[in-house]
T-cell receptor, first 112, second 112 residues
């Protein structure tokens, strides 16, 4: 089983809809992250959480919200999806500030 | 704002050729990580370099961190078709947040 699991793997939704992307991990890591990947732009940080009570905005948080339901679960919501939120979304975990990131396999989101 | 410029963005070579990917910044990073990503999967860590001037080898891959810790390079000797993928550099930013700043990525295609 994957250490970092993202659901769904693919999602097509319409403009204005609310959707939630989910991430769960079995690594026991406190730190969890949501990134967005677009061609030619690399990975950009949306939100990150260092523990259940700690949520922080990343560089592109507008239009997104998150919830850290437990140490192992971190979900990303798009309150009202728009077409320029079409992208590949990755959840990642890390053990501490010097540890590498462990990524899930991504959710491909298309907003029509 | 710390930025990482990665070049080239695309590289298509024949099997057996050598190549170098560059990652440059005007900012100093405490460490720099290289990831490799295959289609349908999340990035996977290849190596972390921490000390200025450090060189690490991973089979045919050689990673170097610049003396001033502002740049890094990845050199692949005698590329193989299995090296095909997206290569990402990521710098550990200032402070102790654990946030990584990613380059735009280099898409490498190794043709047989």
């Amino acid at each position: 089983d994957a250490d970092v699991t993202q659901t769904p793997r693919n999602r097509i939704t319409k403009t204005g809809k609310r959707i939630m992307l989910e991430c769960s991990q079995t690594k026991g890591h406190d730190r969890m992250y949501w990134y967005r990947q677009d061609p030619g732009l690399g990975l950009r940080l949306i939100y990150y959480s260092f523990d259940v009570k700690d949520i922080n905005k990343g560089e592109i948080s507008d239009g997104y919200s998150v919830s850290r339901q437990a140490q192992a679960k971190f979900s990303l919501s798009l309150e009202s999806a728009i077409p320029n939120q079409t992208a590949l979304y990755f959840c990642a975990t890390s053990g501490d500030s010097h540890s590498p990131l462990h990524f899930g396999n991504g959710t491909r989101l298309t907003v029509t | 704002t710390q930025l990482l410029e990665q070049s080239p963005q695309f590289l298509s070579i024949q099997e057996g050729e050598n190549l170098t990917v560059y990652c440059n910044s005007s900012s100093v990073f405490s460490s720099l990580q290289w990831y490799r990503q295959e289609p349908g999967e999340g990035p996977v860590l290849l190596v972390t370099v921490v000390t200025g001037g450090e060189v690490k080898k991973l089979k045919r891959l050689t990673f170097q961190f610049g003396d001033a810790r502002k740049d890094s390079s990845l050199h692949i000797t005698a590329a193989q078709t299995g090296d095909t993928g997206l290569y990402l550099c990521a710098g550990q930013g200032s402070g102790n947040t654990g946030k990584l700043i990613f380059g735009q990525g280099t898409t490498l295609q190794v043709k047989p």
